[in-house]
């Protein structure tokens, strides 16, 4: 299968890991900002993280340096419409972009604006390509639980008008999830629907507390239900749909190499999974890459594709309208 012409859909990427390296130098110079070289070969060894990387922290440290440049409104939208220009030149036809207003407050911004200017470029992409997308209000769990309660109240009046979830990402400790149950409650009632990361470094049980404390309809990663029996089943039994991202877990060492990752033997067993890049740079991505090593790696059928693609539908927190273009793709 030619994984760069088929239709794909993408519901676990992160802005700020995904910016062009030429990008990040050009505003860089423009605006005078330090950044260790202007030589783009040096910048992707800066943005790129190993394979062997040491944990999702080490991985982590390689989002100071495209931060810097997300610090304004025409900067934002350039840095999404040029995403959204990416996936749409590899034939994905809808993708949830997510990111951390907070992150980007150091220029005076505020949530607000910093919202409306990411929906800007998306929408500019919309405009100018086949491709369809939302955003995904992503609060960082190093950050207090007051701090997750701005996004949730800024960010709601864009529900309905490019904003869908909300999620918790950053750094994963244990029993992380209690400290957030209000906002995430709160989100809820608004209208938010909920993607967690949860079970990336070794911690199955934080996914059986996504899904029972905060109502997690999706987990990021969730690779390590493999090693807890209740997230397992309540994964399963509740079809809490697992945004695979098979590049990254073997940077961060969620796993140890490509054919010991969970994905295909979840799907063997009726867990619905979809396939991701997380951070288009910081991983060295694409999606067909990703779909390739996938199917290279456990010999997948087309029609498991078809599976993965339709589940991916169902799972995205797109309308109906959106949805049922997508199924014509395939």
Request: proline share 3%; hydrophobic share 40%.
């Amino acid at each position: 299968m030619n994984f760069a012409t088929l239709p794909k859909i993408e519901l676990h990427c992160h802005l700020d890991g995904s910016l062009r390296p030429a990008t990040i130098i050009d505003i860089a110079r423009k605006e005078g900002i330090s950044i260790p070289s202007y030589n783009i070969e040096e910048i992707q060894r800066e943005l790129i993280a190993p394979i062997d990387c040491e944990s999702l922290d080490e991985y982590l440290e390689k989002f100071a340096l495209p931060n810097l440049v997300m610090q304004s409104k025409e900067n934002l939208r350039r840095i999404t419409f040029e995403l959204f220009e990416d996936a749409a030149r590899e034939n994905v036809k809808y993708m949830e972009v997510r990111f951390a207003p907070l992150l980007h407050t150091a220029g005076g911004l505020d949530v607000v604006e910093i919202i409306q200017s990411v929906l800007d470029g998306m929408k500019d992409a919309e405009a100018g390509y086949d491709i369809k997308g939302n955003i995904i209000l992503s609060c960082m769990r190093t950050m207090s639980a007051e701090s997750a309660f701005e996004v949730v109240e800024k960010g709601k009046n864009f529900l309905g008008k490019g904003v869908v979830a909300i999620d918790l990402c950053a750094s994963e400790e244990e029993g992380f999830c209690g400290k957030f149950v209000e906002p995430i409650a709160l989100a809820r009632e608004y209208g938010y629907r909920v993607t967690i990361h949860a079970g990336e470094t070794g911690i199955g049980k934080n996914v059986l507390e996504a899904v029972e404390l905060l109502g997690a309809e999706r987990i990021g990663h969730g690779v390590f239900i493999k090693d807890c029996d209740e997230a397992y089943t309540i994964v399963k039994e509740k079809q809490v749909v697992l945004e695979m991202c098979p590049t990254s877990n073997v940077q961060t060492k969620a796993v140890n190499q490509f054919s010991e990752h969970p994905i295909y033997q979840f799907h063997q067993d009726g867990i619905k999974v979809t396939v991701n890049t997380d951070n288009r740079t910081v991983s060295d991505t694409t999606m067909a890459n990703e779909c390739t090593i996938v199917f290279n790696e456990f010999k997948l059928s087309e029609e498991d594709y078809k599976q993965i693609y339709l589940n991916s539908i169902e799972a995205s927190f797109a309308d109906e309208k959106i949805k049922d273009q997508l199924r014509k793709y395939i």
